[in-house]
């Protein structure tokens, strides 16, 4: 089946460091690609997504390629701040994969000044 | 806007007793989506609902677990003797039309057996 790796955290960055945090997935066909964010005390909201091969998803400061070749999503943000702090999660879904939504296990990325 | 509401945002049951966990969708959203997460993971899909119909409820783990949406608005998630492995936050989220659209996902309801 469909699923979904990314790496264990947490990830403990200083202010204005650069952030990766990797996500390599499994699926049959094509489906679109998803990070999504939970800050502390709040909902998981959507970062960004692509939809086919070799889109860019961007928001925010932070972006991701769908690699099909690699089969990779990785997330990336030039200069974090304390306020990205929270948990990133990789997800898959549509096309073959169906009408839902296939995560990883999430990345805590701690932020300090 | 309203956004996605659920209720209780904390339930304690004792083992073997049954549940409902309320959704409340963002209004004019068909598209409604249940999913489970325990503690250290990621969410887990149970069901997928389209208007009023269970369009995938693969993500089920056993007959104990039954969502329904009746008017095609709300939904309640009913679990029959549940058991302490039924503890986690379970989530729900709606969207427009599918997954083409964004899911905004609801704060969670926490749900311990004891």
């Known amino acids: 089946g469909d699923s979904v790796t990314q790496m264990e955290g947490p990830v403990t960055l200083s202010e204005e460091a650069f952030l990766t945090i990797n996500c390599t997935y499994t699926?049959?066909?094509?489906?679109?690609l998803f990070w999504y964010v939970q800050y502390p005390g709040e909902g998981l909201q959507l970062l960004l997504k692509?939809?086919?091969?070799?889109d860019k998803g961007s928001n925010k400061g932070f972006e991701a390629t769908y690699r099909k070749e690699t089969t990779s999503f990785h997330l990336e943000k030039g200069s974090v701040q304390v306020s990205d702090s929270a948990v990133y999660f990789c997800?898959?879904?549509?096309?073959?994969?169906?009408?839902?939504?296939?995560f990883g296990g999430g990345t805590r990325v701690l932020v300090k000044p | 806007g309203a956004g996605v509401s659920q209720t209780p945002s904390n339930k304690v049951t004792e083992k073997g007793k049954y549940v409902e966990l309320r959704c409340d969708p963002i209004?004019?959203?068909?598209?409604l989506y249940w999913y489970r997460q325990s503690l250290g993971q990621g969410p887990e899909f149970l069901i997928y609902?389209?208007?009023?119909?269970?369009?995938?409820d693969s993500g089920l783990p056993n007959d104990r677990f039954f969502a329904v949406r009746p008017e095609g608005s709300v939904s309640t998630l009913k679990i029959q003797r549940t058991e302490r492995g039924d503890s986690a936050v379970y989530l729900c989220?709606?969207?427009?039309?599918?997954?083409?659209?964004?899911?905004?996902f609801g704060p969670g309801t926490r749900l311990t057996v004891l």
């Open positions: 989220a709606s969207s427009l039309r599918d997954l083409a659209d964004t899911q905004y």
């Open positions: 699926a049959t066909g094509y489906p679109s």
């Open positions: 692509a939809t086919k091969a070799d």
């Open positions: 997800a898959l879904g549509g096309g073959a994969a169906g009408n839902k939504l296939t």
């Open positions: 209004s004019g959203h068909t598209a």
């Open positions: 609902f389209q208007g009023t119909g269970a369009a995938d």
